[in-house]
């Protein structure tokens, strides 16, 4: 049996980084934003290497959802699935979601708008998916399902204590590999990783929290604050978990 855990995250958050630690645990496989390729075809959203992204990926949501709740790669007792909460479009279905773990992974709005457009000048405020993970959230919690919720900020203060209280959340052990792994793309890594991944190709772990948020031009703190009422109604549901 194996056990589903969907990561629900908006982008530039500490997801990739996250992936690797379940990645290298030994007994997971990962996938990467597999509804992206859908999600760009139903938009037609400009975004880097986004040919590539619909030549390499699915584009039929349904079909994505069959793959994602079919048999686990190489049978493994884990399947993390790291998600873009703004991959899932009106009008796609959201039953298949209660056949998975479910986590949303959440990040200050300003911190996620200001390395978005390092990538990809434009952003609205549907672009970082604060928005559509409370929506999310809501749906979830509307049927008894309220998902965990950990902000990055925590985490990355005390990764350590976040994922063993994760694990134990989910009913697995906690493996120490989980906090280090070898620098350098994966073959898990989605075909968009040239031009989102470089701080991930760099790490080895998780990078230490950042110590203030930064600075943004008016426009781009417009689309953050936008997205302040979702992050403030999350944060007031996510994980505290005090360091060991």
Request: proline fraction near 7%; hydrophobic fraction near 45%.
């Amino acid at each position: 049996m194996t056990l589903r855990i969907a990561m629900w995250s908006g982008p530039r958050n500490i997801s990739t980084a996250m992936m690797r630690a379940w990645e290298n645990r030994g007994d997971c496989d990962v996938s990467d934003e597999p509804l992206y390729a859908a999600y760009l075809a139903a938009t037609g959203l400009d975004h880097p290497g986004r040919d590539d992204v619909i030549a390499a990926g699915e584009t039929d949501w349904r079909r994505v959802v069959a793959t994602l709740t079919g048999p686990a790669p190489d049978a493994r007792p884990l399947w993390y699935q790291k998600h873009m909460a703004h991959h899932l479009l009106p009008g796609m279905g959201l039953d298949w979601i209660h056949r998975l773990r479910n986590v949303l992974l959440i990040r200050d709005p300003r911190e996620v708008v200001a390395s978005y457009v390092k990538s990809r000048a434009n952003v609205a405020a549907d672009d970082i998916g604060l928005r559509q993970q409370l929506a999310l959230f809501e749906w979830l919690r509307a049927r008894g399902e309220a998902p965990p919720v950990i902000d990055a900020g925590d985490f990355l203060r005390a990764p350590e204590a976040y994922l063993r209280a994760l694990c134990a959340c989910l009913g697995i052990g906690f493996d120490d590999r989980m906090l280090h792994w070898p620098p350098g793309p994966r073959a898990t890594d989605g075909v968009w990783a040239p031009h989102w991944y470089a701080r991930a190709w760099r790490s080895t772990g998780f990078e230490a929290a950042r110590s203030r948020l930064p600075r943004l031009d008016d426009a781009h703190a417009a689309v953050a604050e936008a997205c302040r009422p979702a992050y403030e109604a999350l944060s007031a549901h996510r994980m505290q978990v005090a360091p060991d």
